[in-house]
C-alpha cells in the first residue's frame, strides 16, 4: 500500500477532501520526522512507536581493498509496533 492508497482509502470512507487528507498525512509525516530528529520518541498507543536506535561504533572491512575504516556511533530510526498491532497481524 502506497501513501496515494493510504490518502484514497480515508478520503473514501471519512468523505473529507482527497488534498485535505494528502495535507494531513504529510504533515504527520513532517511531524514524526521532526520529532525524531530531536531526539524525541513518537508514541501512538495501540499503534506503535517510532523511536530513535544507537547503532554502536563498529570496524568493517573494504574487501576490494583490504583496508578498514571505522563506522562512528551513529542514531537511526525504528519503528516498534504495539502489542495490540502484533496480534491482529498475526492473526
Given at each position: 500500500m502506497t501513501k496515494a492508497d493510504i490518502v484514497s482509502e480515508i478520503a473514501k470512507s471519512t468523505g473529507i477532501e482527497?488534498?485535505?487528507?494528502?495535507?494531513?498525512?504529510?504533515?504527520?509525516?513532517?511531524?514524526?520526522?521532526?520529532s525524531l530528529s530531536k531526539g524525541e520518541n513518537v508514541y501512538l498507543r495501540g499503534f506503535g512507536s517510532f523511536i530513535i536506535k544507537t547503532r554502536s561504533q563498529k570496524?568493517?572491512?573494504?574487501?576490494s581493498k583490504g583496508t578498514s575504516i571505522v563506522i562512528p556511533e551513529h542514531n537511526i530510526p525504528a519503528f516498534k509496533p504495539a502489542k495490540v498491532f502484533m496480534e491482529q497481524v498475526k492473526k
Open positions: 482527497k488534498a485535505a487528507v494528502l495535507e494531513t498525512v504529510e504533515k504527520f509525516m513532517e511531524s514524526v520526522k521532526e570496524t568493517a572491512r573494504n574487501i
